[in-house]
């Protein structure tokens, strides 16, 4: 492999490109559901703490319920349903 700055530039440039195209060949459903797992699970709580962690899992799992409740509500109330 020789030392060549130009080889190297267009290496790290097919790199770069190589990743943007991974990046944007994620599917928006599988992306989207992976970080909502995350995000129920409680994965951004510190780490130690087991009544925080909990807190947040039951908090977010209330929030959801409440929500969709909410929606039949309205649905409800507009006569969709």
Same mark, same amino acid.
């Given at each position: 492999?020789?030392k060549?700055? $130009?080889? *190297?530039? $267009? *290496?790290?440039?097919?790199?770069?490109?190589?990743? $943007? @195209?991974?990046?944007?060949?994620?599917? =928006?459903? !599988?992306? +989207?559901?992976?970080?909502?797992?995350?995000?129920? +699970?409680?994965?951004?709580?510190?780490?130690?703490?087991?009544?925080? &962690? %909990? !807190?947040? $899992?039951? !908090?977010?799992?209330?929030? &959801? #319920?409440? #929500?969709? @409740?909410?929606? %039949? %509500?309205?649905?409800?109330? =507009?006569? #969709? %349903?």
């Amino acid at each position: 492999m020789s030392k060549d700055p $130009r080889e *190297a530039a $267009r *290496a790290a440039e097919a790199q770069a490109a190589l990743n $943007r @195209v991974k990046r944007d060949s994620e599917s =928006l459903l !599988g992306s +989207s559901m992976g970080r909502a797992a995350d995000h129920f +699970s409680g994965g951004d709580a510190p780490k130690g703490d087991k009544i925080e &962690l %909990w !807190g947040r $899992r039951i !908090g977010r799992s209330l929030s &959801l #319920v409440g #929500v969709i @409740v909410l929606a %039949w %509500w309205l649905g409800h109330q =507009l006569k #969709v %349903w």
